[in-house]
């Protein structure tokens, strides 16, 4: 009987498919020309030669607070809370005489009021302690106050010291991704995008004429379309009219809501 022949160890290994190195996912960008964004804050500008915001404050240390008290809140019960805490405290050494507790008080119609409460306390310890009590004009040092973020500071930078920031808010954020002009998944993206194509010279006010287009014209559940100023150029898929608004409103959006 004859022994079978050995099998034959080596295997062949089958080759492999050549795969292609992945391309890196292209950011969206703004579906507008330059020419095209200029006219929409062209027109922004004329319709709001002078914009403000709706938090009410009287010097940079209570927009400082305001703004911290503003998260997830809204500017009117933000300004109910704190007309009577500023008419006595518009400093940080007034606000740290008053204490946690007291600031409580005051601000306790305002949700998440008792970790604010901390924070303004803090930060006005803060800024007593490392900055002679005076609010800094770097973003980078009003990040490290307490409460205080990116949206807070760049609030901050524009309302009070003039720069150009971007500070993106909800109505900037569905903005900037519903009519196009600057698409991005988080607020860092949309900012990056709105500095980059926002001329320099609307770049002031562009931060309330965004807020104040998406809370009153360009609503979250459904856009105003009529009564925008800029109907005819918008590339929004969500557009309620085809119909070309006027260049500039007979009177303001606000008084016409």
Known sequence: MTNPKPKDQTRTKKPQPVTKPRRAAKKPACLYSPAEVHEIFRRFAVQRPEPKGELEHVNAFTLLVAVVLSAQATD???????????????????????????????????????????????????????????????????????????????????MAFGQHTMAVDTHILRIGNRIGLAPGKTPEQVEAELVRVIPDEYMRHAHHWLILHGRYVCKARKPDCPMCVIADICKSAEKTTDIPAPLVPIEPLEAAQ
């Open 76 to 158: 009117i019960g933000v300004n109910k809370a704190t007309r009577a805490l500023f008419a006595i405290a518009d400093t940080p050494q007034k606000m740290l005489a008053l204490g946690e507790a007291r600031v409580g008080d005051y601000i306790r119609t305002i949700g998440l009021w008792r970790n604010k409460a901390k924070n303004v306390i803090a930060l006005s310890q803060a800024l007593i302690r490392d900055y002679g009590g005076e609010v800094p004009d770097d973003r980078d040092e009003l990040v490290k106050l307490p409460g205080v973020g990116r949206k807070t500071a760049n609030v901050v930078l524009n």
